[in-house]
């Protein structure tokens, strides 16, 4: 099986601007995670996506958004971007089912620096 | 509130050493605890779970509810074991809410030569 991929690999905004980036998860999974990853912060969780509906929500602004797609694709956008906002996004898949939570298939995330 | 703890930010042994990665939670469910690991240059990818009992890479972990540990072991370090680890814990973490994994603030393990 193809694992997960994101695109892009880097990314370079400016303050203000908004950002979308794009995760596919391992064929056959229907649960979609996203992290935002630090040197201070370690990982910390964004949401979770789940036949396109969010089913998780961390403790992240409404600046951060996302979506997914009925083919289980999803999205990350966030607006109005700040220099803390300079992170690895990951984007984790998995089959979405009870007790599967906890085993997630990791994408190499989106390297985003906000100058 | 449900929480990994990782108390060891940054972890030095020498090849062929014991290491023991701690990592300590608290749920008041029953957790299903698991090691992720990140090695240099690679994406994050599980190591393993409570549930199988497995030894990974000659890795062990054991969960102990009566001390809300699930700490990772090793008796002989490798160099190639350097890398991040990171416990997490999978849950119902609110009434009513739906299964979440919530990842410890990681260790980083350097094995020197």
């Known amino acids: 099986k193809a694992g997960v991929t994101q695109t892009p690999r880097y990314l370079i905004k400016t303050r203000g601007q908004q950002v979308t980036l794009s995760c596919s998860p391992i064929s056959g999974h229907r649960s979609v995670s996203w992290y935002q990853q630090t040197p201070g912060q370690g990982l910390q969780f964004l949401f979770e996506y789940f036949s396109e509906t969010q089913r998780n929500k961390g403790n992240f602004p409404g600046r951060f958004s996302g979506r997914q797609f009925s083919n289980s694709r999803s999205e990350m956008n966030v607006s109005t971007l700040e220099l803390g906002d300079s992170a690895l996004y990951l984007c984790?898949?998995?089959?979405?089912?009870?007790?599967?939570?906890?085993?997630?298939?990791f994408g190499p995330g989106t390297r985003l620096t906000v100058t | 509130a449900q929480r990994v703890t990782q108390p060891e930010k940054l972890l030095s042994v020498f090849k062929g050493a014991p290491v023991e990665l701690k990592c300590n939670y608290s749920?008041?469910?029953?957790?299903?605890l698991f090691w992720y690991v990140q090695y240099s240059r690679q994406r994050l990818q599980l190591l393993l779970r409570?549930?199988s009992r497995e030894s990974i890479k000659g890795f062990t972990a054991d969960l102990n509810k009566g001390e809300t540990s699930f700490h990772l072991k090793k008796p002989f370090a490798q160099e190639e074991d350097s890398a991040m680890y990171y416990c997490a814990l999978s849950g119902f973490l609110t009434q009513g809410g739906s299964e979440k994994l919530v990842f410890g603030k990681g260790t980083k393990l350097t094995v020197n030569p």
């Open positions: 409570h549930i």
């Open positions: 984790a898949s998995s089959s979405g089912v009870v007790r599967a939570v906890g085993e997630q298939y």
């Open positions: 749920y008041s469910g029953s957790p299903e």
